[in-house]
């Protein structure tokens, strides 16, 4: 970030004391308390419904969050001479969650139960888009990855990585194309992707991971929620869980740990967990892995890469062996 954004501070009604540079930010302490400036990709539409969320949030009281401070003439935005946007938002000084205490990410958990309590709008609120669909987005990926399984079908020499991937293709696309058809089938049926009830709307931060849970001097205080979407409750949770299981080898303890804090705070429906069962399903970590590789340049393939793809693979019988333990009522759920 340039040292002429700082000069942005001067439209809104803040007296700065002193500023200091963060990640891509700058934190500056005020008369107001410690803000942070950040740049701002998103629509002006965007950040209003997620100023919406965050004040909703605030009047529940359940939790704290960031909350967007707005200029002198009200707007949420402002932008430098080169037409860039920035956000002013509340900030705290502290560390992000602690993903290898167990505890932290029991509590991480239970924060996020909390959130999805405040995480709804009116369905005529200006500005809210069409809701989230897994299915189309599975289907999307399916696309994209028989793109990728073509073009090494077509390459004659594969480095060690390609042939890596190239062997392990047909096992995780298959798997891709089954809990694509299988979801499409029971949200028909169920009408599972629908996230307006009551007239209201249900949103998800959208980037619910330990990055984003910060502990400070007065608690627990979440962030960056630039990635807010109207979708159900799971998504947050399937992220967070995918993350920390991952990590955590498909731990069936950990696994079974997280739900159960969860749901301290808010049990989960039949048909959440089923959703939540075909998110953990989906092979989305090697969709991105070979979605990363096709779109990228091929001269030279990062190790890290290929470190990614053979932890992949060697934790997928902990996975599936996870989801046959933990979601082992789902098959009667589905049929129910």
Not at 68 to 81: C, R, T, W
Request: with cysteine.
């Amino acid at each position: 970030m340039n040292d002429r954004a700082v000069e942005l501070l001067e439209r809104y009604e803040i007296e700065v004391l002193r500023t200091r540079k963060g990640r891509g930010a700058i934190v500056c302490d005020t008369d107001r308390g410690c803000l942070i400036l950040k740049e701002y990709s998103g629509s002006a539409e965007k950040v209003e419904i997620q100023n919406r969320l965050l004040q909703t949030i605030a009047k529940k009281g359940l939790i704290q969050t960031e909350q967007i401070i707005p200029a002198k003439d009200g707007s949420l935005l402002v932008k430098d001479p080169e037409g860039t946007s920035y956000v002013l938002k509340t900030w705290t000084e502290g560390r992000e969650c602690n993903i290898y205490d167990r505890n932290e990410c029991s509590m991480a958990v239970r924060l996020l139960a909390r959130l999805h309590q405040c995480m709804k709008l009116p369905a005529d609120t200006p500005g809210i888009k069409g809701s989230f669909s897994p299915g189309k987005e599975y289907e999307k990926h399916n696309r994209e990855l028989k793109r990728v399984r073509k073009f090494l079908q077509q390459k004659s020499q594969k480095t060690w990585f390609e042939i890596n991937l190239f062997h392990a293709f047909d096992y995780f696309y298959d798997q891709a194309l089954e809990v694509t058809e299988e979801w499409k089938d029971y949200s028909q049926k169920t009408g599972a992707e629908e996230v307006r009830e009551d007239g209201m709307v249900s949103f998800c931060h959208g980037d619910y991971q330990y990055h984003n849970i910060w502990k400070g001097s007065d608690g627990w205080f979440l962030v960056n929620f630039e990635k807010c979407i109207a979708d159900r409750a799971v998504r947050d949770l399937y992220l967070l869980m995918r993350k920390l299981l991952e990590k955590g080898n498909w731990s069936v303890a950990l696994g079974n740990e997280l739900l159960c804090a969860y749901e301290q705070e808010s049990p989960l429906s039949a048909m959440s967990r089923i959703d939540l069962y075909y998110r953990l399903a989906y092979p989305e970590k090697f969709w991105k892995i070979a979605n990363f590789y096709y779109n990228s340049g091929k001269a030279w393939i990062p190790g890290r890469n290929h470190e990614k793809l053979e932890k992949l693979i060697a934790q997928e019988k902990e996975k599936q062996h996870f989801l046959d333990e933990v979601f082992r009522n789902v098959s009667h759920l589905r049929g129910a």
